[in-house]
């Protein structure tokens, strides 16, 4: 049993900032890559940044230069760091991770936090 727990989301002005957090709890023996996604109202979920086990990255180009993501596997969490956010990034933010157990791997997903970005 795995858990994902994000924290950190809220209201903001534009062009403020905001920090995610993800903690992954349980029968983990490793994470492979971690991932924050989000999900405006009426719209398809969409992949934000992506980092892998070695520390590799990618970000969707609308981000870039903006949102940097991060990791601590000492602490089993991953991080976004949210700069001049934007009114059309409102949305509920998911942290995605690919866990490894002992004989297999599989993707488990967060509950999701509130990202409100104000005009």
């Known amino acids: 049993q795995v858990q994902l727990v994000e924290s950190g989301g809220g209201l903001v002005q534009a062009g403020g900032s905001l920090r995610l957090s993800c903690a992954a709890s349980?029968?983990?023996?490793?994470?492979?890559?971690l991932g924050w996604y989000r999900q405006a109202p009426g719209k398809q979920r969409e992949l934000v940044a992506v980092i892998t086990a070695g520390g590799s990255t990618n970000y969707a180009d609308s981000v870039k230069g903006r949102f940097t993501i991060s990791r601590d596997n000492t602490k089993n969490t991953m991080y976004l760091q949210m700069n001049s956010l934007k009114p059309e990034e409102t949305a509920v933010y998911y942290c995605n991770a690919n866990i490894r157990h002992i004989t297999f791997s599989r993707d488990y997903w967060g509950q999701g936090t509130q990202v409100t970005v104000a005009s």
């Open positions: 349980g029968s983990i023996f490793s994470i492979n890559t």
